[in-house]
């Protein structure tokens, strides 16, 4: 079971952050040898969003992997439901299931491209439609309140969906309702399938659109594991309002040649590119 600490030394934090960096390099090769066995997948934004999924599943969330319907568990939804590699690699650490069924994905019987609550435990919702995980949030956030439940809510979406309207919606009525358990992180790689974030739709002043609506809002480097530690700790601490958190990424981290690279968006490495980039995550 793991349970969020709320209070850590510095020497804690320092081997917090390697244990974390540790993970996320392992969860990186992950991601490229399930989506080279798929044949099919989407590297760029499950590299992109790794070091936030390992952060979450391994630091900050309350959840338990052999009781995963646990009534008091934090929530976790990945709104860019397409980047279910990273959440099944640190799905798989965290014991929800046997590593050995990474190789499956994208397979007839096995993980699905993405994530499915009624198929895989610990997926708290289907998502992929994009545009529809922070209302989903939302109404788990909503539904702690009026219960009375002091389980937290977290949501990664990307800035591609962030061109949804049902996203700006759910911004709106969360601040409303002062959901101070609901933390939105938006996977900020610059790039969809269709090509670069700001020239598809611009976006910018996003911090600045999301303080409009009453959320906290905290911008950070989404690699930056200190940055991040500190982001969720300050979420935590927040009462009254929603927290945002910007989180600056690359697309395709960690792989010099999928890195920022909008062809990565969707496509799997071959063979001798997974072994490229695998051999480059052991050394960096």
């Not at 529809?132 to 002091?150: C, N, P, R, T």
């Not at 309002?241 to 960690?254: D, Q, R, S, V």
Request: negative net charge; contains cysteine; charged residues 25%.
């Amino acid at each position: 079971m793991t349970t969020h600490k709320a209070t850590i030394t510095e020497e804690d934090r320092a081997q917090t952050v390697q244990r974390l960096e540790t993970l996320a390099k392992g969860f990186r090769i992950d991601i490229i040898e399930m989506l080279e066995k798929a044949g099919s997948g989407h590297p760029g934004g499950s590299l992109s969003a790794i070091d936030l999924v390992t952060a979450l599943y391994f630091h900050e969330m309350r959840h338990d992997p052999k009781n995963p319907q646990m009534a008091n568990r934090d929530r976790f939804v990945l709104s860019k439901g397409h980047a279910v590699p990273a959440q099944y690699a640190a799905m798989a650490e965290a014991g929800y299931f046997d590593k050995k069924a990474l190789s499956t994905l994208r397979h007839l019987g096995g993980l699905q491209g993405h994530p499915v609550n009624t198929m895989t435990p610990g997926i708290e919702a289907c998502t992929g439609s994009l545009g529809q995980g922070l209302s989903i949030a939302q109404g788990m956030a909503m539904a702690a309140k009026a219960d009375g439940k002091g389980f937290r809510v977290y949501c990664i979406i990307g800035d591609g969906e962030m061109e949804e309207g049902q996203i700006w919606e759910a911004a709106l009525s969360a601040s409303k309702y002062e959901l101070d358990n609901l933390v939105c992180i938006l996977d900020s790689n610059k790039g969809q399938i269709d090509g670069f974030v700001e020239e598809v739709m611009p976006l910018e002043p996003i911090a600045n659109k999301w303080r409009a609506f009453n959320w906290n809002v905290i911008e950070i480097d989404g690699h930056d594991f200190d940055q991040i530690l500190n982001a969720l700790d300050e979420a935590r601490a927040t009462k009254g309002k929603p927290t945002f958190i910007l989180a600056n990424t690359i697309k395709g981290k960690g792989v010099s040649f999928m890195e920022g690279k909008i062809g990565w968006h969707g496509a799997a490495p071959n063979k001798e590119q997974a072994a490229q980039a695998i051999e480059e995550i052991r050394k960096a």
